[in-house]
């Protein structure tokens, strides 16, 4: 039987060389104070070894871990797991961060934490204690939560905030959902449409307020009623049949939806097709999120399309180069993008005459 093939380490390339652990770590942390010649020395034994340096040998310096910590709410994402309803929040985290960490050398973690345990603060010092991150992103809720803010803030660890404008400690971020709520809007008025209803989100998430406020903005400016019109859900599936319910009941109906979750714009989807109201002859519907599903919807559904790649590899950029790119006061707005498709059109009779 052979033998497995073993290891190179770190201390085979010590020996090597002929120089100390501490050395090696010092030419793979590219740190400045090596000698050319020992820098010389070192690289030709990695490269004759193939020594490929591990996360362990890079934090031998002591200076840096190597890892960006993410952390997303518990309940939510494994409630979605188990239901596998084709939520892809997790995954795009994934692809922005874990594609930007592996140019910078970083790997990225995600950790699921439930933000309204009453051990959240302990649950939390545990995983930075084993981990050690270099910087932490944090998503909604979590991003308002003040104990978990202000734990990073003690222990000055560099966070971003995805979904938080408020003050305080940590990067603020968000995907600019006020105007992407506002650009929906503003795509169903100019298709003839007069009464356009929203489904918002959970009161949980600022950027459920955010959303309504765009919604608002792009009616008042053209000169049109949202009394009535907004109805609340949670993001999931049956708060999206209560509250498409209670707008198509209403007389006159709206004649277009937006709705603040793919979840809840599929359960609307339902809702009409139950009430015999054909999308998009009677009703337009607009979803939030353009996740997977969406594409296979009958009609396929109009999406604002959230940049959630985008807006965690801003964040890992930001969190791994504070010097070359320190701190913005500012938030940082990631614009998203409507994404057109069969669920849309003119409004009933707008085309007559």
Same mark, same amino acid.
């Given at each position: 039987m052979a033998r497995r093939r073993q290891a190179v380490t770190i201390r085979h390339v010590a020996e090597d060389a002929g120089v100390s652990l501490q050395t090696v770590s010092r030419v793979i942390n590219k740190e400045?104070?090596?000698?050319?010649?020992?820098?010389?020395?070192?690289?030709?034994?990695?490269?004759?070894?193939?020594?490929?340096?591990?996360?362990?040998?890079?934090?031998? *310096? !002591?200076? #840096?871990?190597?890892?960006?910590? $993410?952390?997303?709410?518990?309940?939510?994402?494994?409630? =979605?797991?188990?239901?596998?309803?084709?939520?892809?929040?997790?995954?795009?985290?994934?692809?922005?961060?874990?594609?930007?960490?592996?140019?910078?050398?970083?790997r990225m973690m995600v950790e699921l934490v439930d933000t309204h345990s009453d051990h959240v603060e302990r649950e939390l010092s545990a995983a930075i204690a084993a981990l050690q991150p270099d910087g932490v992103i944090l998503t909604p809720p979590h991003s308002e939560n003040e104990l978990i803010t202000g734990l990073l803030a003690r222990q000055k660890i560099p966070f971003a905030r995805i979904g938080s404008r408020d003050p305080g400690p940590g990067i603020r971020m968000t995907m600019d959902d006020e105007h992407s709520a506002q650009l929906a809007t503003e795509r169903l008025i100019g298709l003839g449409h007069r009464r356009i209803g929203l489904i918002a989100g959970s009161e949980e998430?600022?950027? *459920? !307020?955010? #959303?309504?406020?765009?919604?608002? $903005?792009?009616?008042?400016?053209?000169?049109?009623?949202? =009394?009535?019109?907004?109805?609340?859900?949670?993001?999931?599936?049956?708060?999206?049949?209560?509250?498409?319910?209670?707008?198509?009941?209403?007389?006159?109906?709206?004649?277009?939806?937006?709705?603040?979750?793919?979840?809840?714009?599929?359960?609307?989807?339902?809702?009409?097709?139950?009430?015999?109201?054909?999308?998009?002859?009677?009703?337009?519907?607009?979803?939030?999120?353009?996740?997977p599903i969406v594409r296979f919807t009958r009609p396929p559904l109009a999406a604002v399309d959230q940049p959630i790649a985008e807006t965690i590899a801003r964040a890992v950029e930001l969190l791994i180069n504070p010097n070359k790119d320190p701190q913005p006061e500012e938030t940082i707005n990631v614009q998203g993008c409507l994404v057109e498709r069969g669920s849309i059109g003119p409004a009933p009779g707008a085309n007559d005459g």
């Open positions: 400045p104070n090596v000698r050319p010649e020992m820098q010389e020395r070192v690289q030709a034994s990695i490269d004759k070894l193939g020594y490929v340096p591990s996360i362990a040998a890079q934090r031998m *310096s !002591g200076s #840096r871990s190597y890892l960006i910590l $993410a952390l997303n709410d518990r309940e939510r994402t494994l409630a =979605d797991w188990r239901e596998r309803i084709g939520t892809d929040w997790v995954d795009q985290m994934l692809l922005g961060g874990m594609e930007t960490c592996a140019r910078h050398g970083y998430y600022s950027l *459920s !307020g955010w #959303r309504i406020d765009g919604w608002k $903005a792009a009616m008042k400016s053209a000169g049109l009623p949202v =009394d009535g019109l907004c109805a609340r859900g949670d993001f999931g599936f049956e708060s999206g049949l209560a509250a498409a319910r209670q707008l198509l009941q209403l007389n006159p109906r709206p004649t277009a939806i937006i709705a603040s979750s793919d979840q809840m714009a599929l359960a609307t989807l339902e809702t009409a097709a139950n009430l015999a109201i054909e999308i998009p002859r009677d009703l337009s519907v607009i979803s939030f999120d353009n996740t």
